[in-house]
């Protein structure tokens, strides 16, 4: 462990909290799909690596920039999701909690595997082009992707959040998230609603992964990783928040970036999940308290 | 030397939020007595159970066993120290045999394991509970009155000094609860003590000598069984009948619907409606129709089926058997929303507000997608309707008073404009001023033309507003009629606080 | 056979099991001397991959605690072993038995934190301890790092090898199920269906499932320990990676969680399915997946529940699978 200079720690924290935005966006299907659809999805992180593949692929065939096709990516994510709820998960979720937490933990194998298939084990990253030079800001820079990255991903959640907040889509889904049986008795089409909310998420998700894409590298492995990024993150944003998603996003962003100015770039994911170790077992509620 | 307590509570609390489940209680049970403890819904009984049990920490207060102070013991420690209960809603271990559930409760009840006698001991309760013939089957397997039985079968094997019955009889015919007060008094010599909760009066006056009454948390009145049935306050307090008259020179209290000679048309239907829990008929075979316009009152003492049989019509529970029609057309197995599709608005038992929606958007959540252009005309109706809201429409669906939340509850019913209103147990945990108000805002939805079916523990609230009543017991359509020949009819008084007390208590 | 969970008619039914177990056990024995080390190989790994579902068979089927982190204790379990063969002149047994102590003494450590963690919390928090352990251990420089260890003794052939696996599975088996036929039986149990009822009942929870979590950890480490004999090497990757965890549980739910058949049943299939798409490992995993979806789905008791489907146990899916 080292001590590094005051330069090299504005330079963490800021791409710590740049970077962070990205996490952010990447935890927010996941906080939508446990808060409202109640279900502990183990695929979401190869929801966030689909947008990274889907927007890698479309990178090979157009030769476009990465961060104009990632709605695109984010899109064609979306679309897989919606049959993934209704016709993979919803018929599972009578059988239990602990059902649908493995089908979801098989399709994650599946999506896995197939990547891997099709398109082989190599790491993989995205050319941002010319994003990828560096803004100076005095003695710190910090590269131009990273700050298209954040403004997208900033963009996104605050949608999101005046969405949930504000429609009648919204108000429908807090109502479900609070209690789907009295939301149905009110009139609330509660299983559609979980479809289509799991299309946002998985959407967004993918959005998440084509930025995300940009920024690291992937290999059809890196599931794991997006997964517990994910779940780190609602747990230290608290769930049922959109804002809360973004401020734990922020925190783990800066969490792995000063970890890694401090112990090394190899202690950058375990600082995050000692953080999320830590914080799921002194939450008293665990991951599903929100109102005591 | 005075006779050792089995138990005794001192200051018992317990909170929740804001809220007292159980207030200030002081309580004892005396060695080989038999105490029943009853009280209206929300009263704190089960809350009292968990408190004893360990199932739940107190806010305030000591617990003494035998003595003993187990207030900070955790549940696994209380029951080694000799408590043992059943569950109200039963929990057995589903994929274990029902022997192997009682073997698993003697095994913790003895320091020293001896494998044949706990055998021993617990094919004795098999036989005695009647289980001997289902002792291998998966506890899951059962219906669910072999699972109340498996209940009592499991805590008794525990070999407690002080058991905790919770709600042991509901739900059986008199056969039944005559075989389990011969159980329960045979009891009386093996286990120190027996703490009763019931709403089943029977089995209160047959095996409890004492009687503790719970009114909102609050310890109302102990004594003698046949005393605390007959007292008047207790009586009010299930009844609601002994509320005190308007004050003079305010508008005297109505008296039922309107005196309307013409029978509307049919607007619900329910035909030998049945709903089976498990193995056991929650309600058999109920008739009840309701008319364009008209309000009927459904009443019954806790547990008779009032609410079973609203959420049946809503489609919140399935039918066993049986059929519902709605302006004409059958809903039963209809998934709830579609039901509020059609035109019936629930309001349900215990409000369910949306807490973390802004009153005006529990209002609006409960309109369809399609019905979006109406939104804003709605809304202005129901705000006519309950002015209150309005003035609370930005805060959260919970930050307001008790009746204002029932307002709301009723108000979001409303906002799809409904032909049918269920408004279930509405005066629940409300004070009486607040239930005035309440029932005068019901008259101006009645006034809209709105069918209303009224389920109330109150009779006398219940009947205020009726055109129609009927009254349920056990699942069971017991009376009907209009509202001023049920008040009069002398079975009332029985199918509430039960035969044995209505009979001897004085007139 | 007494105990909490015979039923009458069933002496008969359990010792005509026990004499097919034994005789198994004798041909499997025989394998090496009848097959060729491609045979011996697939044996040795199809032994461990059913040590490893008998162990999370008893904690996620018959504890109700669905652990994601078996990689965790297999690592532990590769690198202990290695470690110790390598600075020590400890005999085989000894190692192996290191092996498994490590990762359970691991286990009672986290035990207190990790059991705050009720249901599903649980088994995410097992992910997480193993990922972390993983990465920990690709940076710890004291441990090789990314490059991990070399073993020093020479790696015995491959019948060798597989003559050890055989008499570990055979003992956590054995172990598994004298456990399963004792009163602790109950309590496990007990536990799984309804910890807070247990509790009621008696059952000191925390230490029933400490106990099944260091047991577990135990028979993993040993069969992790295996691994690293077998390759003569380990590295981070290959074992905390999270193949393990796929595998096991992959193995136990397709062919029965909650039952005594169970694991075995599935490692056959499971390995079979392997040998089909010989080459194709992805597509292995992916068709397992899939038979796995289906499971959940169509017979959450799995193939052993389907194919034993005694009159009564006609249960619902809700009550006969651990989902």
């Given at each position: 462990m080292h001590l590094p200079d005051t330069v090299t720690l504005l330079q963490a924290a800021i791409s710590g909290l740049l970077i962070g935005g990205l996490f952010a966006l990447a935890a927010l299907g996941l906080s939508l799909v446990v808060g409202?659809?109640?279900?502990?999805?183990?695929m979401h992180g190869e929801l966030v690596l689909l947008g990274a593949y889907a927007a890698w692929g479309l990178v090979q065939a157009t030769g476009l920039n990465p961060l104009l096709l990632a709605p695109l990516a984010a899109l064609a994510v979306a679309l897989l999701g919606w049959p993934i709820e209704r016709y993979v998960l919803q018929p599972v979720a009578r059988h239990g909690e602990e059902a649908p937490l493995l089908t979801t933990f098989a399709l994650s194998v599946i999506v896995q595997n197939l990547l891997v298939f099709a398109l082989g084990a190599d790491t993989r990253a995205m050319d941002s082009g010319p994003l990828a030079r560096r803004l100076s800001l005095g003695s710190v820079s910090v590269p131009w992707v990273y700050l298209a990255g954040f403004a997208i991903a900033l963009l996104v959640c605050l949608a999101v959040h005046w969405l949930i907040a504000r429609s009648a889509f919204g108000r429908r889904i807090r109502a479900a998230a609070e209690n789907p049986l009295d939301a149905a008795v009110v009139g609330v089409p509660v299983r559609r609603l979980y479809a289509t909310t799991f299309m946002l998420a998985a959407g967004v998700a993918g959005l998440g992964g084509a930025l995300l894409g940009m920024v690291f590298a992937f290999t059809p492995a890196s599931g794991v990783e997006y997964l517990l990024t994910g779940f780190t993150v609602v747990v230290l944003g608290g769930l049922g928040s959109v804002i809360g998603t973004l401020v734990g996003g922020l925190a783990l962003g800066l969490v792995e970036s000063f970890a890694a100015a401090f112990l090394g770039d190899g202690y950058r994911l375990f600082a995050g999940l000692v953080a999320f170790l830590v914080f799921l077992a002194l939450r008293p509620q665990g991951l599903f308290g929100r109102r005591t | 030397m005075p006779e050792p307590e089995a138990l005794r509570v001192e200051t018992l609390s317990r909170q929740f939020g804001g809220v007292a489940a159980i207030d200030a209680v002081d309580l004892a049970v005396r060695a080989g007595e038999t105490l029943g403890i009853i009280g209206p819904n929300g009263a704190g009984k089960s809350t009292f159970i968990n408190l004893i049990s360990g199932a739940l920490a107190p806010s305030r207060g000591r617990i003494l066993l035998f003595g003993e102070?187990?207030?900070?013991?955790a549940t696994e420690a209380r029951t080694r120290r000799g408590i043992g209960r059943t569950h109200q809603i039963p929990r057995p271990f589903a994929r274990m045999s029902v022997r192997e559930n009682l073997l698993l409760a003697a095994r913790h009840a003895r320091a020293a394991h001896e494998r044949r006698a706990d055998r021993e001991h617990c094919d004795a309760i098999l036989t005695r509970t009647g289980l001997a013939d289902v002792a291998d089957w998966p506890a899951g397997r059962l219906p669910l009155l072999r699972r109340k039985r498996l209940e009592l079968a499991r805590a008794l094997a525990l070999r407690p000094r002080l058991l905790l019955l919770d709600?042991?009889?509901?739900?059986?015919?008199e056969a039944e609860t005559r075989a389990l007060i011969e159980l329960i008094r045979s009891l009386r010599t093996e286990v120190g003590a027996i703490v009763l909760i019931e709403h089943v009066m029977d089995v209160i006056t047959a095996c409890c000598e004492r009687t503790a009454v719970l009114s909102s948390g609050r310890l109302l009145t102990v004594g003698p069984t046949r005393e605390v049935l007959a007292d008047p306050e207790v009586a009010a307090v299930y009844l609601g009948t002994g509320e005190r008259e308007p004050a003079p020179g305010a508008a005297p209290a109505p008296q039922g619907g309107r005196q309307s000679s013409v029978t509307p048309a049919p607007l619900l239907e329910v035909r030998g409606a049945s709903v089976s829990y498990g193995g056991v008929r929650?309600?058999?075979g109920v008739d009840l129709v309701v008319g364009e316009g008209e309000v009927v009152a459904l009443l019954g003492a806790n547990g008779a089926g009032k609410t079973t049989l609203a959420r049946a019509i809503s489609g919140a529970v399935p039918l066993a058997a049986g059929s519902i029609r709605f302006a004409g057309a059958r809903i039963a197995g209809l998934a709830p929303e579609l039901v509020t599709a059609r035109g019936i608005g629930h309001c349900m038992e215990g409000r369910r507000i949306f807490a973390s929606l802004s009153v005006e958007e529990n209002l609006l959540v409960a309109l369809p997608p399609e019905a979006r252009a109406r939104a804003a005309g709605r809304l202005e109706a129901v705000y006519a309707m309950f002015p209150a809201l309005r003035d609370h429409r930005g805060k959260s669906g919970t930050a307001m008073s008790g009746g204002q939340q029932q307002m709301l509850a009723i108000g979001r019913a409303l906002m799809p404009a409904p032909r049918l209103l269920i408004l279930d147990e509405v005066s629940l945990g409300l004070a009486p001023i607040a239930v005035e108000q309440l029932y005068e805002s019901l008259r101006r939805v009645r006034a809209t033309g709105v069918a209303m079916l009224i389920v109330e523990q109150n009779i006398h609230r219940g009947l205020q507003l009726a055109d129609r009543a009927c009254v349920l017991a056990h699942g069971e359509l017991r009376l009907a009629g209009r509202p001023q020949d049920i008040r009069a009819s002398p079975e009332l008084r029985a199918l509430y606080v039960g035969e044995d007390a209505a009979a001897t208590a004085p007139p | 056979m007494s105990g909490s969970g015979a039923r009458p008619g069933q002496g008969g039914a359990a010792r005509g099991a026990l004499i097919a177990l034994l005789a198994a056990v004798v041909l499997l024995a025989l394998v090496p001397y009848l097959f060729g080390t491609y045979w011996q190989q697939l044996g040795f790994r199809a032994l461990q991959l059913a040590t490893l579902a008998i162990a999370w068979n008893l904690l996620a089927g018959y504890t109700g605690q669905v652990s994601l982190g078996t990689g965790a204790f297999v690592g532990l379990g590769a690198y202990a072993f290695a470690l110790l063969g390598n600075h020590s002149a400890a005999p085989l047994p000894v190692l192996l038995l290191a092996g498994g102590a490590v990762p359970a003494v691991f286990a009672v450590l986290v035990s207190p934190g990790l059991f705050r963690l009720r249901g599903l919390y649980f088994t995410i928090g097992s992910l997480a301890l193993a990922e972390a352990l993983r990465i920990l251990m690709v940076n710890l420089s004291v441990f090789g790092g990314a490059s991990g260890i070399v073993l020093r003794a020479a790696t015995p052939p491959f019948y060798a090898l597989y003559w050890l696996a055989l008499p570990v599975m055979v003992l956590a088996l054995a172990l598994v199920l004298v456990l399963l036929h004792s009163p602790v039986s109950l309590s496990l149990r007990a536990v799984r269906d309804d910890e807070d009822v247990a509790r009621q009942m008696g059952v000191r929870s925390f230490r029933v499932k400490l106990g099944a979590f260091a047991l577990t950890a135990f028979i993993t480490g040993v069969a992790g320990a295996l691994q690293s004999l077998k390759l003569g090497a380990i590295e981070p990757y290959g074992a905390f990676g999270m193949s393990w965890t796929i595998d096991t549980v992959a193995i136990v739910i397709i062919g029965g969680i909650a039952t005594r058949g169970g694991p075995l049943l599935g490692t056959l299939l499971y390995v079979a399915l392997g040998e089909s798409l010989r080459g194709l490992p992805e597509l292995h995993n992916a068709i397992a997946a899939l038979v796995l979806l289906i499971v959940i789905r169509v017979a959450p008791q799995g193939l052993w529940g389907l194919l034993l489907?005694?009159?009564?146990?006609?249960?619902t899916a809700a009550e006969a699978s651990d989902a």
């Open positions: 409202v659809v109640r279900i502990v999805n183990l | 102070d187990v207030t900070g013991l709600e042991i009889g509901a739900g059986l015919v929650a309600l058999r | 489907r005694r009159p009564w146990r006609r249960a």
